[in-house]
T-cell receptor, first 111, second 115 residues
Framework: QKEVEQDPGPLSVPEGAIVSLNCTYSNSAFQYFMWYRQYSRKGPELLMYTYSSGNKEDGRFTAQVDKSSKYISLFIRDSQPSDSATYLC???????????FGGGTRLMVKP | DAGVIQSPRHEVTEMGQEVTLRCKPI?????LFWYRQTMMRGLELLIYFNNNVPIDDSGMPEDRFSAKMPNASFSTLKIQPSEPRDSAVYFC?????????????FGPGTRLTVL
């Protein structure tokens, strides 16, 4: 079993929909949680960064962390075709040096 | 800011040949990471450096792979001899400079095809 599990998709939604992307993990030492967005043939770019449990909002994006359930989510409101990409969750422990990535979920937002 | 620079962007080689991938991290960053991405295995950390010193190379698949960082602005990942199963996208990332090291900035990647 992988340390971080993520549904690979693809997830196809119409423009304007609310998108929910999720990851589960097994290592209780993870304290820092991130979402990276990766466009086709590009490197991943950091989208959201959260520490411990709770919510964080940035524009149309909301990240949620539930450490008791070992479950994190990324919500995208009013999704746009430009949001079409692969979304990777990533986590790190106290040392903060090494990231463990999920396999990524491919999202397609159709006009 | 130029971001992380990788070269070449694409590499096609034949089995048994030596392959060298290059990376220039963001100026001021003191951590450098090499990753490999495939459809089957996702994004895997191969090795990372701190202040030019290799800290953890446990992700390096086998002795055919080696990485160096001779100075703060340059790193190489070498595969010798290359095999078809090494075909993947190789990313370099850097972090640090006062920011948490898990805030990593990725380069555009090198797409390697070994025939």
């Amino acid at each position: 079993q992988k340390e971080v599990e993520q549904d690979p998709g693809p997830l196809s939604v119409p423009e304007g929909a609310i998108v929910s992307l999720n990851c589960t993990y097994s290592n209780s030492a993870f304290q820092y949680f991130m979402w990276y967005r990766q466009y086709s043939r590009k490197g991943p770019e950091l989208l959201m960064y959260t520490y411990s449990s709770g919510n964080k909002e940035d524009g149309r994006f909301t990240a949620q962390v539930d450490k008791s359930s070992k479950y994190i989510s990324l919500f995208i409101r009013d999704s746009q075709p430009s949001d079409s990409a692969t979304y990777l969750c990533a986590m790190s422990g106290n040392a903060g040096n090494m990231l463990t990535f999920g396999g990524g979920t491919r999202l397609m937002v159709k006009p | 800011d130029a971001g992380v620079i990788q070269s070449p962007r694409h590499e096609v080689t034949e089995m048994g040949q030596e392959v060298t991938l290059r990376c220039k991290p963001i100026s001021g960053h003191d951590y450098l990471f090499w990753y490999r991405q495939t459809m089957m295995r996702g994004l895997e950390l191969l090795i990372y450096f701190n202040n030019n010193v290799p800290i953890d190379d446990s992700g390096m698949p086998e002795d055919r792979f080696s990485a160096k960082m001779p100075n703060a602005s340059f790193s190489t990942l070498k595969i010798q001899p290359s095999e078809p199963r090494d075909s993947a996208v190789y990313f370099c990332a850097s972090s640090g400079g006062g920011v948490r090291t898990d805030t990593q900035y990725f380069g555009p990647g090198t797409r390697l095809t070994v025939l």
